[in-house]
């Protein structure tokens, strides 16, 4: 996959934990978390392809 490719992939999941952490619902909440932080990994990703290439 490429760079731009997992920024939005990580955008979209870092968009959506936000939303489901806004719900009165524990369990939601901590699934908003980990979406969340699945997301800012994603980015991450995307910006180490971004400077090293698709060969990590």
Known sequence: ???LTE???GNTNEAIGN???QSGD???RAEGRQQEQK???QQ???EIE???GNDI
Do not use: L, N, R, S
């Open 26 to 28: 524990p369990e939601t």
């Open 50 to 52: 971004g400077k090293f």
């Open 19 to 21: 939303v489901k952490q």
């Open 7 to 9: 920024k939005i992939k």
């Open 44 to 46: 991450f990703k995307g």
């Open 39 to 41: 997301g800012e990994a």
């Open 1 to 3: 996959m490429g760079e």
